[in-house]
């Protein structure tokens, strides 16, 4: 049956940052009934909802020129390649941004059942806004992805740093300073599943959300992408090992302060009853 709803089947991954969304997406970006966009993570929900400036004409501006207008070689880039990329920039630089707006980026999806978006800051919207989303899609299917807290935190902290080329603070932050830099809610937010899990419940209906751990995601791999391909409805994929395997996004190696784990021991005991009263089992790793 052909879609009639503005999104169609849709399959949005909103889990927390760090936690192997990217390597899902990596992965599940080769099974041929899932459509992905240019832009892994588009936010388009949590800019219409929460943060209006996440869109703005000057990020996409941006976005577009470091990202997708690079210069490329004439005599040995694929002219349909560069093409749809094209295609697609103008798209995401159209404007209102608005639902027919994030329709359109999906534009270039052909026969597969779902278009897909894997955008973390999803996971902040509103348990009221989930509803409003739903009744715009034929099927809506939203996964989230947990990881142990003080893991998920310490990598997430040194990914930031990483980035932001500020490694050398791993070495001479204080006590003080690590946990100013942790409780900034652009950090600290994203390990916060049980809030996001309770607002899954209140706004969706329990066949639309699946809640994983990033634990048993990779002790069991083909396990795990076999329930995802069931919560979705599509067929079985052989994904390729090579893709399994390889990692993505890693942040630097290094150690953890042993003081660490103690910054949040408080609140990494009451995030793990929270999950546990959504009627979660957690992993034996988390401890």
Not at 137 to 166: A, I, N
């Amino acid at each position: 049956m052909a879609a009639t709803k503005m999104f169609g089947n849709l399959f949005l991954s909103i889990g927390a940052m760090k936690a192997g969304t990217t390597w899902l997406y990596s992965v599940l970006a080769r099974h041929p009934e899932l459509h992905f966009a240019m832009e892994k993570e588009i936010h388009y929900f949590n800019h219409r909802y929460v943060d209006d400036s996440l869109l703005s004409e000057e990020r996409r501006l941006s976005e577009a020129r470091e990202r997708y207008l690079w210069r490329f070689d004439p005599q040995k880039a694929n002219i349909d390649a560069i093409r749809q990329n094209l295609h697609w920039v103008a798209a995401y630089l159209d404007r209102p941004v608005d639902d027919f707006w994030y329709r359109n980026l999906f534009q270039l999806r052909k026969f597969q059942t779902y278009a897909c978006d894997f955008s973390n800051l999803n996971a902040h919207l509103p348990a009221e806004v989930w509803p409003k989303i739903a009744s715009k899609c034929d099927t809506l299917r939203v996964l989230y992805t947990m990881r142990d807290p003080v893991k998920r935190l310490w990598s997430h902290t040194k990914f930031h740093l990483q980035v932001t080329g500020e490694l050398d603070k791993l070495n001479t932050w204080s006590k003080s300073e690590f946990e100013a830099f942790i409780r900034q809610p652009h950090i600290w937010d994203n390990g916060e599943y049980g809030a996001v899990l309770r607002r899954l419940s209140q706004g969706l209906d329990q066949v639309q959300y699946k809640a994983i751990f990033y634990e048993d995601l990779h002790d069991n791999q083909r396990g795990i992408l076999h329930d995802i391909e069931g919560f979705l409805g599509i067929t079985s994929f052989d994904y390729p090992q090579a893709e399994l395997d390889r990692r993505v996004t890693e942040s630097k190696k290094h150690k953890m302060p042993d003081f660490f784990p103690e910054l949040v021991a408080g609140d990494v005991a009451r995030i793990r009853r929270e999950v546990e009263a959504q009627g979660y089992v957690l992993p034996l790793s988390w401890g």
